[in-house]
C-alpha cells in the first residue's frame, strides 16, 4: 500500500518560511502591544509630573499643606479640594455601604434564584449611566428637592450637630455626596454579591444547625468570611468615588474654599481640574493644575492598588480554606 | 526478529525532560523502528506522557518546561529543527478527543491542509476522504461531514481525531493513551485501526493497559519513576523480561 | 410575652424586610432618571432632533420659537470619537491581551500586563484628560483641542476594559484546543490567530462594545480637550460637538432650549449604552451555546 497522497510537497517551502517569519512578526507586534499599555500607564505619570514641575519647583511641599488656592496671589494649596474629596467620598460611602450591603444579602440570602441575577444586572445599570447625566439629573432635579425639602428637614432635625449650618440651596457637599453614592452602589453591590456567593455553603449550614436565625447567620457566618471582599469592593467604589467629576462638578457649587458644612458649597479635586481649567490666568495655575491631577492620580492609583491587593488576598485565602 | 534488522524511525538519545526544576523523565534510550507499533508501558506519575509529548516538541510549550539529549528522525536531530515543521512530521492524538469544537467533520479533517497551505477543493476533498476511510470513520459520516464535529460519540470524535492527524500526512503517529476516555466497543475499533495504520506509519502509543500493549505492539519500552526499565520485542518483554521491575509490573504486584 | 427565640426570629423578618427594602431603595434613583430622561427627553425625540444640528439658544418665554431641534453634530461628534479611540485601543488591547494569554500563560510577566490594565481603568478620566493635554501641549500643540485629542483620551479609558474583557475571552478557549492545533503543525501565530482568537472572538467584539459605550458617556475629558463647537465636525483637527458634552451644555446654560436638547441627548446615551450592552449579552449568550454543544 502506497503512503501517496494529493500533496507530495507538502507543506511547502514557502509555507515553512512564513510561519516562521510569521511566528517573529507576530511575538513582536503583540509584545509592542503589551509594552504600549504599559508604557501609557508609565507616561501618564511621567508626564503629569513633567507638567507640573514649575509649580513643584515653586513651591515645594507647600502645595500639600497650603489651605488656599488664589491665583492671583500665586498661593496654591491643594487642602481645600483634598477635603472636599474626602469629604463627599466618605459621606458617599456612608450612604452607599449599608444599602449596598443589605441589597447583596437580599439577593444572595432571601431572593428567590431565578431573581438574584436579573435584579443584580438591573443594578449594574445604574454604573452604566453615564456620570454627565447623574451630575445633569442632579442639578435639574436633586438640587430643588434637597433645597426645599430635604435640607430643611435635616436642619431641623440634626441641625444641633453643627454639620447642618448656614444657608442651604441645594448645590452643596451633600447633594454631591448624595450623587457619588447612587453611583458607588452599583461596584459595592456588585463585589459584595460575589463575595458573599463565595462563602461555602458548610459555613451557613453550620450555622443554621446550631439554631441561628436567617439574620443571624448572615451576619455571624456568611458575612464576616465574606469580609474581605466586601472591604475589597469598599475600597473600589471608593476609588471610583475619589475620580469622579461630572456628576459633582455640576451639584457641588464650585467654591474654592474648605466646607465647614454640609450645606457649603465647596469643591473636590477632580471638580477642581474641570473648573478652573479655562481660567488659567496666571503662568503657574496650569502647572498647579496639573500637580492636582498628579496628586488624585497617585491617590486613586494607591487605593485601586489597595483594593486588589485585599481582594488577592481574599482569593487566596478562599482558595486554602475551601472545601 | 531483532531491532537490528529494522529500519530505526526515530532514535532517542539520552533523553531527560523537566517541569521547572523537577525531573520528569532521565537518559531515555529507545530505537523507534519504522512501521510497527511501540508501546510506552508503566504505572502512573513514570513520565510516559511526558517522553511521548517529547516526541513531537509538544513538552516545551509548557511554561517552563526544558529538554535535554536528542531526538532522530531519519538520522536528524528533531530539537535542531524548526518545532512546528517537526510537528507536521510527527502527529499526535490525544487522551481526551479534543476536535475543534465550532469546526464541522470537513472542516476538522481539512484543518492541517487549510492552515499550512491553499490546496484547492478538489486535493482537500480527497485528502479528507483519503484520511477518514484511513481511519476507519468514512463509512460512518459519509452523509454528514457537513455535521459538527460534537455530533459524534467520544470514539468517534477520537478516530475523527486521528483522522485529523493522518490528513497532515505525518510519518509518525503519537498516541497518548488515545483510549482511555472510551469504552471498550470504541477501544477495539481503535485498536483495530492501529493494527492498519502501522502498514503506513510509525506509531508510538502510550497506554496504562497492559493488555493492550500486549495486543497492538511489537516493541514495548517500560518506564518507571522516569527511567527507562526495558525496551525491547512486546513478546519478549512480556513472556521473558530481563528486569525483575518488569516481571513485578506485568504480573501486576504495584499498578 | 414574647420570649428571646421569638424576638431573634422576629428581628430576622425584620431584616429580611430591611434588606429588601434597600433593593428597592437602590433601584429608586435608576427608574427615577430613566423616567426623567424618558419624559422630558423623549417630548423632544424628533426627525430633526436626530439630523438638526444644536441651534442657537433661546429660552420659550422670550417669545421667539425656540428650537430643540437637534443634536445631529452631537451624534455626529460622538461617533468621530469612537471611531477613533477604537482604532488605537483595540489594537493595542487585543494585541496585549493576546502576548498575555499566548506568550504568557501563568507567568509573572503575564499578571503583571493584567494588573498594570487593571490599574490604568482606575485612572480618572479628567486625569486621562489632561494627561493628553500635558503631551500634545508639548509635542502637537496645533491639535491640543480636537476630536483627536479628545479620542486620545478616550483611548486611554478604553485600552484597559478592551485589554481586559479579551484577555478573559482568550483564557476561556481550553488549552487542548491549543496543542491539538500545535499538534498538527500550525504555527503559532496561525494558532494564535485563526484558532483561538476566532474562537474567543465573540468575547472579544462584547469587551469591544462595552468598552464604546463606557466612552460615549465620557465628558470630563472632552470638556478640557474637545470643547465649544455646536458644528459638525469637518476634520480630524477641530473640535466637534459630542453628546455628553451636550448635556454638560444643557445643565451650565441658562437658555430652555439647551436644557430640553440635554434631555433628548441623555435620553440617546441611554439607549446606546444600553442597546450596546444587550447586544453584547446576546453575543455572549449565543456563543455559549455554540460551545457549549458535545464535550
Given at each position: ?34 509594552a ?14 513633567h ?20 491665583p ?46 436579573p435584579?443584580?444586572q ?63 452602589v ?32 448572615s ?68 502647572p498647579?493644575?496639573l500637580e ?15 483594593a ?16 | ?18 517541569y ?24 502512573s ?13 509538544l ?7 526544558r529538554v ?11 530539537y ?47 485528502a ?97 519513576l ?30 | ?68 431641534e ?18 488605537y ?5 487585543l ?5 498575555a494569554?499566548?506568550?504568557?500563560g ?9 494588573m ?5 481603568s ?7 484628560g ?13 491639535i ?14 478604553m ?41 474567543a ?39 466637534c ?47 455559549a ?6 464535550s
Amino acid at each position: 500500500m502506497t503512503r501517496g497522497n494529493p500533496f507530495p510537497t507538502f507543506p511547502s517551502r514557502k509555507t515553512r518560511a512564513v510561519s516562521k517569519w510569521g511566528d517573529r512578526i507576530f511575538l513582536v507586534l503583540t509584545a509592542v502591544a503589551a509594552a504600549g499599555l504599559i508604557a501609557v500607564l508609565v507616561a501618564l505619570v511621567v508626564v503629569l509630573y513633567h507638567g507640573s514641575l514649575p509649580t513643584i519647583n515653586a513651591l515645594g511641599l507647600n502645595f500639600l499643606y497650603t489651605l488656599t488656592w488664589n491665583p492671583q496671589g500665586n498661593v496654591y494649596g491643594i487642602v481645600p479640594f483634598a477635603i472636599g474629596t474626602l469629604l463627599t467620598s466618605a459621606i458617599a460611602l456612608l450612604l452607599a455601604i449599608p444599602l449596598s450591603i443589605g441589597a447583596a444579602i437580599f439577593l444572595t440570602q432571601h431572593a428567590p434564584t431565578w431573581l438574584r441575577e436579573p435584579v443584580a444586572q438591573v443594578i449594574q445599570l445604574l454604573a452604566a449611566i453615564p456620570s454627565v447625566v447623574y451630575g445633569f439629573w442632579g442639578l435639574i432635579v436633586l438640587v430643588p428637592i434637597m433645597r426645599y425639602d430635604v435640607d430643611p428637614i435635616l436642619a431641623n432635625v440634626l441641625g444641633w450637630t453643627g454639620w447642618f449650618s448656614g444657608r442651604h440651596i441645594g448645590l452643596d457637599v451633600l447633594t454631591a455626596s448624595v450623587v457619588l453614592s447612587i453611583m458607588t452602589v452599583p461596584t459595592i453591590t456588585a463585589i459584595s454579591k460575589d463575595s458573599i456567593l463565595a462563602v461555602p455553603r458548610s459555613q451557613k449550614e453550620a450555622a443554621l444547625s446550631l439554631g441561628a436565625t436567617d439574620w443571624e447567620v448572615s451576619r455571624r457566618a456568611v458575612i464576616p468570611y465574606a469580609r474581605s471582599g466586601i472591604i475589597a469592593g469598599i475600597v473600589l467604589g471608593l476609588g471610583r468615588a475619589l475620580g469622579e467629576t461630572m456628576a459633582v462638578t455640576l451639584v457641588i457649587g464650585n467654591a474654592n474654599v474648605i466646607p465647614t458644612s454640609l450645606f457649603s458649597q465647596g469643591q473636590t479635586i477632580a471638580s477642581l481640574i474641570a473648573n478652573d481649567f479655562f481660567e488659567q490666568e496666571t503662568p503657574l495655575e496650569l502647572p498647579a493644575l496639573l500637580e492636582a491631577a498628579l496628586f488624585l492620580l497617585i491617590i486613586t492609583l494607591a487605593v485601586n492598588i489597595v483594593a486588589r491587593w485585599i481582594q488577592a488576598r481574599f482569593q487566596a485565602g478562599r482558595a486554602v480554606g475551601a472545601e | 526478529m531483532a531491532i537490528l534488522s529494522d529500519t530505526i524511525k526515530m532514535d532517542v538519545q539520552h533523553l531527560g525532560a523537566f517541569y521547572g526544576k523537577s525531573r520528569a523523565i532521565e537518559d531515555i534510550n529507545i530505537q523507534v523502528p519504522d512501521r510497527k507499533v511501540t508501546a510506552i508501558i508503566g504505572p502512573s506519575g513514570c513520565g510516559k506522557s511526558t517522553l511521548i509529548r517529547c516526541l513531537n516538541r509538544l513538552h516545551e510549550t509548557t511554561p517552563k518546561a526544558r529538554v535535554e539529549g536528542s531526538v532522530l528522525l531519519d538520522g536528524e536531530d528533531l530539537y535542531q529543527l524548526d518545532p512546528t515543521a517537526v510537528r507536521r512530521r510527527v502527529g499526535m492524538v490525544f487522551q481526551k478527543p479534543n476536535p475543534f469544537a465550532t469546526m464541522s467533520i470537513y472542516n476538522n479533517v481539512s484543518a492541517p491542509l487549510r492552515f499550512n497551505g491553499r490546496p484547492s477543493r478538489e486535493e482537500t476533498d480527497a485528502a479528507v476522504l483519503r484520511a477518514l476511510k484511513q481511519a476507519a470513520l468514512w463509512d460512518e459520516v459519509r452523509d454528514r461531514v457537513d455535521a459538527p464535529a460534537t455530533s459524534l460519540s467520544g470514539g468517534q470524535q477520537q478516530r475523527l481525531c486521528i483522522a485529523r492527524a493522518l490528513a497532515a500526512n505525518p510519518e509518525v503517529l503519537l498516541m497518548d493513551e488515545p483510549c482511555s476516555a472510551l469504552d471498550p466497543i470504541a477501544t477495539a475499533k481503535i485498536e483495530e485501526l492501529i493494527g492498519q495504520l502501522k502498514n503506513d506509519y510509525t506509531v508510538v502509543i502510550v497506554t496504562h493497559n497492559m493488555q493492550q500493549a500486549a495486543r497492538v505492539s511489537e516493541f514495548t519500552a517500560f518506564l518507571y519513576l522516569g527511567k527507562l526499565v526495558e525496551f525491547g520485542p512486546t513478546e519478549d518483554l512480556f513472556e521473558r523480561p530481563k528486569e525483575k521491575l518488569t516481571e513485578s509490573y506485568i504480573t501486576g504486584r504495584f499498578g | 410575652m414574647f420570649d428571646r427565640a421569638m424576638r431573634r426570629k422576629l428581628f430576622s423578618h425584620g431584616m429580611t424586610i430591611l434588606t429588601g427594602a434597600t433593593v428597592v431603595i437602590v433601584l429608586i434613583p435608576l427608574f427615577w432618571i430613566i423616567y426623567e430622561s424618558a419624559l422630558l427627553g423623549g417630548s423632544v425625540f424628533s426627525l430633526g432632533f436626530f439630523t438638526q444640528n444644536i441651534p442657537a439658544p433661546c429660552s420659550a418665554h422670550t417669545g421667539v420659537t425656540c428650537s430643540t431641534e437637534g443634536v445631529g453634530s452631537a451624534i455626529q461628534g460622538t461617533v468621530y470619537l469612537l471611531l477613533l479611540a477604537s482604532l488605537y485601543s483595540v489594537p493595542v488591547g487585543l494585541g496585549a491581551a493576546i502576548f498575555a494569554v499566548e506568550y504568557g500563560g501563568q507567568r509573572a510577566f503575564a499578571r503583571a500586563i493584567s494588573m498594570a490594565a487593571d490599574v490604568l481603568s482606575g485612572v480618572p478620566s479628567i486625569v486621562a484628560g489632561m494627561f493628553i493635554y500635558a503631551l500634545l501641549i508639548v509635542y502637537e500643540p496645533a491639535i491640543v483641542f480636537s476630536v483627536f485629542s479628545g479620542s486620545l483620551a478616550l483611548g486611554v479609558i478604553m485600552l484597559p476594559i478592551v485589554m481586559r474583557t479579551s484577555e478573559e475571552a482568550l483564557r476561556t478557549i481550553p488549552h487542548s484546543v491549543r496543542e491539538a492545533a500545535l499538534a498538527l503543525g500550525i504555527s503559532r501565530w496561525k494558532t494564535s490567530v485563526r484558532i483561538i482568537l476566532v474562537g474567543a472572538l465573540p468575547g472579544v467584539l462584547t469587551g469591544v462594545l462595552l468598552s464604546i459605550a463606557r466612552a460615549a458617556g465620557e465628558a470630563a475629558p472632552l470638556l478640557l480637550l474637545d470643547n465649544g463647537s455646536l458644528h459638525p465636525c469637518l476634520s480630524v483637527d477641530t473640535v466637534c460637538q459630542s453628546l455628553s458634552l451636550t448635556i454638560y451644555l444643557g445643565a451650565t446654560s441658562a437658555s430652555s432650549n439647551y436644557v430640553a436638547i440635554a434631555w433628548g441627548a441623555a435620553l440617546l446615551l441611554i439607549i446606546i449604552i444600553l442597546g450596546l450592552s444587550i447586544v453584547s449579552q446576546l453575543v455572549l449568550n449565543r456563543t455559549a451555546r455554540k460551545w457549549g454543544q458535545g464535550s
